[in-house]
């Protein structure tokens, strides 16, 4: 048999891995979810285009944990810490920037998921349009001393 035919075709050890990897990922998918940061009512714990990553569901939803959960007006939901668990089920939520919780008690049951861990890419861009910022400026103060 040609070599050169032989080693186009994957090998089964090859395709037993990828399958696994496969099933990995959507397993992965189905535990976990990731969404953009939109707004500032988490500051500084989330800022705008943070990407938080969070595991699906209201399981070891508990006081200090940062949740996921829809609410109108707010495409994607809103990602707030629970500030306090209440009798049946309900949550007290508040954005860490917020000065009061919201308004509106949360059922527990609809709780999309409970943060596990960011992605700061918001952090990484609002630095570095910080140091771009500033080197504009210097570069401006540059040019108007060279006049």
């Known amino acids: 048999m040609d070599r050169g035919v032989e080693s186009k075709r994957a090998h089964p050890a090859n395709r037993v891995l990828g399958?696994?990897?496969l099933v990995a990922w959507v397993l992965v998918?189905?535990?976990y979810g990731a969404t953009v940061v939109r707004g500032s009512s988490m500051?500084?714990?989330l800022v705008p285009y943070d990407v938080a990553v969070y595991r699906r569901g209201p399981d070891a939803v508990g006081r200090g944990e940062v949740v996921l959960f829809d609410h109108d007006g707010w495409t994607g939901g809103v990602l707030h810490r629970v500030v306090a668990e209440l009798p049946g089920g309900l949550l007290r939520t508040k954005g860490d920037a917020n000065p009061s919780p919201d308004r509106d008690l949360l059922p527990r049951t609809?709780?999309?998921?409970v943060v596990c861990g960011t992605v700061p890419s918001g952090k990484a861009l609002r630095c570095a349009a910080e140091r771009l910022?500033?080197?504009a400026i210097l570069n401006r103060q540059s040019n108007k001393a060279r006049r």
């Open 43 to 45: 500051e500084p714990a």
């Open 110 to 113: 609809e709780v999309r998921g």
């Open 29 to 31: 998918l189905s535990k």
């Open 133 to 135: 910022g500033r080197c």
């Open 19 to 21: 399958a696994a990897a």
